[in-house]
């Protein structure tokens, strides 16, 4: 008998450095979609993933510490999900994405989990700041 069972390989994790610019979200989101593409993901889980990667990169460009500040982009896929990360520097003083704005509404909606990264300014070098998700693969 032969097993027919076809298990998907999974990717290994991808990081993408760039400056925290909002004209540089294009080619975050074409990046995200060529990687969704390697999954596989539904054409709506694409888009979910590249939304809650703009949103994300949104916020985090917005409280980028210094004009050369860059966002990390780091996408791992597990079996049944991908983790995304996203940080850059920043005041770690106030929060970037807050639990009653709109676009914590549309990330809780469209992740399976969302949790803020944090590690606090020292000596006057710029904190940690960042987010990571968990998206279902459909």
Request: net charge negative; charged share 20%; with cysteine.
């Amino acid at each position: 008998m032969v097993d027919t069972e076809f298990e998907s390989p999974t990717l290994d994790p991808v990081e993408v450095r760039f400056a925290a610019d909002l004209a540089n979200l294009h080619c975050v989101r074409s990046i995200v979609a060529a990687l969704a593409s390697l999954v596989p993901l539904t054409d709506e889980a694409t888009a979910d993933l590249q939304l809650v990667v703009s949103e994300v990169c949104t916020a985090l460009i917005n409280a980028a510490h210094a004009p050369d500040a860059t966002i990390t982009l780091t996408v791992t896929d597990a079996p049944d999900h991908l983790d995304v990360t996203v940080t850059t520097t920043g005041d770690t003083s106030a929060e970037v994405l807050a639990a009653g704005d709109f676009a914590w509404h549309v990330l809780t909606a469209l992740t399976e989990s969302i949790a803020p990264l944090g590690r606090p300014s020292v000596d006057g070098l710029p904190g940690l700041l960042g987010y990571e998700l968990a998206l279902a693969k459909r």
